[in-house]
């Protein structure tokens, strides 16, 4: 298994930048890395992917040297096992049960002795059997990045322990549902900073996994600068694909409307 370009950003104290696949073609996932990217985000918690297009997806990452992040809809260690067979290299979970939660998907990610992911030697992950055993579960251990997502109470509460716990790289707040947790939809609140600030601070205590946070996001606009203020370490860079595509397009027929004399 190749270096988790992500984890390697991290790990040098930078800020790491995926970006929303969005679209249902693994040529986004090529343009993502030609565009410079460290990583692609695949969400399947809200889309229609299914699990042969992502099998593509994860392939075009490896193509263009990103870290295929995949999203999925739940805890699902069933899920979970057969993503990372394919050779996904990042599994992001959201709405983490607090601490119990983020211990079952470390025991779904993690092989023994960290977790008990189940074992098959002739994946994709395991390069059909051409990697020794040993290898791949030193390496799969060291180089899949794990993310969970702290969005309701049970998650944010128990932030700072989930943070410390063996196995997990990522604990991630994701804007909306934060912003719904927090009953707070203006953007411009200054109470989300704030307590957005309160749970980076506890993430940073923790002195094991680092923070998540989206960047550019709508519900909580934050610049670059700010995320490495609270000490993010990976951040998705927003608007998505489709909104660029959308936005690009409306001017550029307005656009022709205005030259036409179009009202």
Request: hydrophobic share 45%.
């Amino acid at each position: 298994m190749r270096q988790n370009r992500v984890k390697k950003v991290m790990a040098e104290g930078k800020l790491a930048v995926g970006t929303y696949v969005a679209l249902a073609d693994p040529q986004i996932v090529e343009i993502i890395g030609l565009a410079g990217y460290d990583a692609a985000f695949i969400d399947m918690e809200h889309t229609a992917f299914d699990l042969p297009l992502v099998g593509e997806m994860i392939r075009a990452a490896d193509q263009v040297g990103v870290t295929s992040l995949v999203r999925v809809p739940g805890n699902d260690a069933n899920l979970i096992l057969r993503l990372l067979d394919l050779g996904a290299e990042g599994i992001i979970i959201p709405h983490i049960d607090g601490i119990e939660g983020a211990k079952q998907a470390v025991d779904a990610v993690r092989y023994p002795p960290l977790g008990h992911r189940g074992a098959a030697g002739g994946t994709r992950a395991a390069r059909y059997g051409s990697v020794p055993w040993e290898e791949h579960i030193r390496q799969s251990n060291q180089e899949v990045l794990l993310s969970v997502m702290a969005e309701d109470a049970k998650g944010i509460d128990d932030i700072g322990r989930i943070a410390a716990l063996d196995g997990i790289d990522l604990v991630a707040i994701g804007p909306t549902d934060f912003s719904e947790y927090m009953g707070i939809r203006d953007p411009s609140d200054p109470r989300l900073k704030a307590k957005l600030k309160e749970l980076a601070d506890q993430v940073k205590q923790a002195g094991n996994a680092k923070l998540a946070v989206t960047m550019n996001h709508a519900s909580m606009p934050l610049t670059a600068q700010e995320l490495l203020e609270l000490g993010v370490g990976y951040s998705h860079v927003a608007p998505p694909p489709t909104s660029i595509l959308l936005a690009a397009m409306r001017q550029s027929v307005q656009n022709i409307h205005q030259a036409t004399g179009r009202t």
